[in-house]
């Protein structure tokens, strides 16, 4: 019964440190998937509208939506993951 006493801490321990790693292993991954597709979502939304700016009122307010449409990707992507 010592004996157990002993190891108990040192299992729990092991075993915690396992679980805690995979959670932070799913983090990265769900973080490279989230930058991909924003990535993805960015260009090609880039090749659809390419800019051609005549004067330079005109960039704030493409990158502006450009912005914001990446933001809502990764945002989505997050939800569809299921990030706890």
């Known amino acids: 019964m010592v004996e157990f006493a002993l190891v108990l ?5 092991l075993l915690l440190g396992i679980a805690d790693f995979g959670r932070v292993f799913q983090a990265g991954i769900t973080l490279e998937a989230i930058a991909r597709d924003s990535a993805e979502v960015g260009a090609l939304q880039r090749l659809r509208d390419k800019p051609s700016f005549s004067d330079t009122t005109q960039h704030p307010a493409y990158y502006t939506s450009l912005h914001q449409l990446i933001a809502r990707t990764a945002c989505a992507e997050s939800n569809q993951l299921d990030i706890a």
Do not use: A, I, N
Not at 9 to 13: A, E, H, I, N
């Open 9 to 13: 801490p040192l299992l729990l321990v």
